[in-house]
């Protein structure tokens, strides 16, 4: 069995004026996105750097660095996982955060929780497809294999 989600994304605070944008269809089926204006993509989230780090350090099998590269790793019925990221800052707080790898559903959602999630309204930048998606969409895309 493999872990449920798999991924390569960019993870910002989603303004809250993102509009629709085009559907994407790389994936083979059409996936909403999101239209960000390019001065709103960087917004800081509200959650400091040294706060989401400890978050992260928290998480078992976890291993966080000072300079905000991580390495996550895990075993279970899903099989083996692991996540590599990279968080980013300007004055103190979290501006995005890059991750690459897969793992289940809901150690994603302990991952998201590290940024504030679901209280900090967050969106995912599909790297390779260079497109804003919203939580559901990237789950789509995520699971598709």
């Excluded at 996936?31 to 390019?38: D, E």
């Excluded at 099989?79 to 289940?104: E, H, M, S, T």
Aim: contains cysteine; proline residues 9%; negative net charge.
């Amino acid at each position: 069995m493999t872990p449920d989600y798999r991924f390569d994304i960019r993870l910002y605070r989603r303004p809250t004026d993102a509009l629709p944008g085009p559907e994407f269809t790389g994936s083979g089926d059409g996936i909403p996105t999101l239209s960000v204006p390019v001065d709103r993509q960087a917004e800081p989230m509200a959650i400091t750097f040294e706060e989401s780090l400890d978050r992260l350090a928290s998480l078992p099998g976890c291993y966080a660095e000072p300079d905000g590269s991580i390495v996550w790793t895990a075993s279970g019925p899903e099989g083996r996982w692991q996540v590599d990221g990279n968080l980013y800052d300007r004055g103190g707080k979290i501006v995005n955060a890059r991750f690459a790898g897969q793992c289940p559903a809901e150690a994603f959602d302990r991952l998201l929780a590290c940024f504030g999630w679901p209280e900090e309204p967050l969106m995912m930048e599909l790297v390779r497809a260079g497109v804003f998606v919203g939580d559901d969409a990237f789950r789509r895309v995520a699971t598709h294999r």
